[in-house]
């Protein structure tokens, strides 16, 4: 089936730096992808919408200048944690869209910790 | 915007039994539904899709489908321990097509 490759699956960085996760399509073309963000205990956030060659879409209250988005082939993405904070700590998931129909899969997920 | 509602629980149902899991949307126009299993600190992963009324069902699980009350629940038969975790209802947007998740059942399956 449908593979997404997540890394790093756990990330720990001083808090002013920038953290980068990376979201690989291993044997499909992701026309698009989610990013989410999911605190303790609460469900999925999405945070914005990316497709191939084009800027993300953010969700209301995502800051596009924090949380930078590339989507630059059909088979990678990334979201770029600039000046990280504590408050930024989460886990961070990935979602692609595969063409045709061939629905959501999933990455594994990456747990940011903000010191 | 476009919602969707689980219970939150936590749903505690001893082993054996059948857990229910349910979920409504508010849009009357969707046509596909996914529910997803996570486990604490791990990713969602797809446990059924539906998309036509009726049932679905896939060996213990079975997905039920009601357009008419915008409603669409899980069953799950036997359930076991491994089975607690918590129960993701999602409905994707039709424009766009990004996923509304319900904000999850945890389900506690007691030895």
């Known amino acids: 089936g449908a593979v997404v490759s997540q890394h790093p699956s756990r990330v720990i960085c001083k808090s002013g730096t920038s953290v980068k996760i990376e979201c690989r399509s291993l044997?499909?073309?992701?026309?698009?992808m989610f990013w989410y963000r999911q605190f303790p205990k609460q469900s999925l956030m999405l945070m914005a919408t990316s497709n191939e060659g084009s800027k993300a879409t953010y969700e209301q209250g995502v800051e596009k200048d924090k949380f930078l988005i590339n989507h630059a082939s059909l088979t990678l993405s990334t979201l770029t944690v600039t000046s990280a904070h504590p408050e930024d700590s989460s886990f961070y998931i990935c979602s692609a869209l595969g063409q045709g129909g061939s629905g959501y899969t999933f990455g594994s997920g990456t747990r940011l910790t903000v010191v | 915007q476009k919602e969707v509602e689980q219970n939150s629980g936590p749903l505690s149902v001893p082993e054996g039994a059948i857990a229910s899991l349910n979920c409504t949307y508010s849009?009357?126009?969707?046509?596909?539904f996914f529910w997803y299993r996570q486990y604490s600190g791990k990713s969602p992963e797809l446990i059924m899709s539906i998309y036509s009324n009726g049932d679905k069902e896939d060996g213990r699980f079975t997905a039920q489908l009601n357009k008419a009350s915008q409603y669409v629940s899980l069953l799950i038969r036997d359930s076991q321990p491994s089975d607690s975790a918590t129960y993701l209802c999602a409905v994707p947007d039709n424009q766009g097509g990004k996923l509304i998740f319900g904000q999850g059942t945890e389900l506690s399956v007691k030895p």
């Open positions: 044997d499909f073309q992701a026309t698009t």
């Open positions: 849009d009357r126009g969707s046509q596909s």
